[in-house]
């Protein structure tokens, strides 16, 4: 059958209620991927199995939880969203309200959005406004507007956004036949380490899967607050997706580390960019350097012996590479030019 999307495929875990209300552009069923290369450069014998979220509809996850956020929206008589966000929030938020046929309002930090992700949010024809400051203060000041008026608060703090977001836990148990051993990703501001466990929980409690996997989260050192415990006020980092230094979800995110028996730590900008080089060049898969957290702290955990033979890693990719086309460039090489003649080209190439 035709995938319709994830509320009709995981209606029975969903909180939407009539389905002519549904919002869909047919999110999700995005594909698990064996990273046999990161493998055998890793060695340890362990598997790693990596949930492209890339290849959701805007190229990021937040569409799991913005088909559910925007439908519940509807079905409540809204007819306008609005969100802060650092870029992927944004695209999300705009293409579905654009589905929707509602208004939707943007608010970002200025200077602090990467091009495509800014781009797309616009040629939806959403309002953004950009403010001379951080995503915590968008994010403070698009909840008071929710507060003041009648529209729908579409961040991650809104619980049906993690509603949606949850059900990319239930695809990777239903694609691997079982739950993961650990399940890797970024965290920034932390509704999807908040989510994942909750769908591998409610999989759990409905005998679907008979174990849970150890959640395993990282951030950016210069934006981790929840390692550090402590809100960062200027929180830095060329991983944008994950520039966050009060996370809307800190509680959520601490819940599944601790519940799950698993681990927040960091990695630096040199280390996420190398996994972000590494997974392009060896893997084929051009991600957001946020994505590149979770892989650059598989690199960080085995080097000390973390995890065991046969064991299953399941690392979330958050968002597509060309939400930043920039960070690429920074470690790419710049094309040569030569004239357009067969053995100067064949020269170049250095066949």
Known sequence: MEWEGIIKEYWDFLPIQKPEFIVSLKEGNTPLIRAFSLE????????????????????SFKDRGMTVAVSKALEEGSR???CASTGNTAASAAAYAAKAGIKAFILIPEGKTALGKLSQSIVHGTKVVQIKGNFDDALNIVKEIGRRYPITLVNSINPYRIEGQKTAAFEVCDQLGFAPDY??????????????WRGYREYYENRIVDSLPKMIGFQAEG?????????????????????????????????????????????????IMEAYRIIACKE?????????????????????GFFKKDEVVVCTLTGHGLKDPDASMRIAHVPETCPAELDMVIKMFGI
Request: hydrophobic share 45%.
């Open 80 to 82: 306008a969203v609005i």
């Open 284 to 304: 084929g898969i051009f991600c957001e350097p946020a994505s590149a957290a979770g892989i650059a702290g598989i690199f960080k955990m085995a080097k000390m």
């Open 40 to 59: 055998r450069m890793i060695g340890g014998g362990f598997k790693i199995f990596l949930k492209c979220e890339g290849f959701n509809p805007t190229g």
């Open 183 to 196: 399940h890797v990703m970024p965290v920034g501001n932390a509704g999807n380490i908040t989510a994942y």
């Open 223 to 271: 934006a981790a607050p929840i390692v550090k415990n402590r809100v960062i006020e200027n929180p830095e980092t060329i991983a944008t997706a994950i520039r966050i230094g009060n996370p809307a979800n800190w509680k959520g995110a601490i819940q599944a580390r601790d519940e799950s028996k698993g681990i927040i730590d960091t990695v630096t900008d040199d280390e």
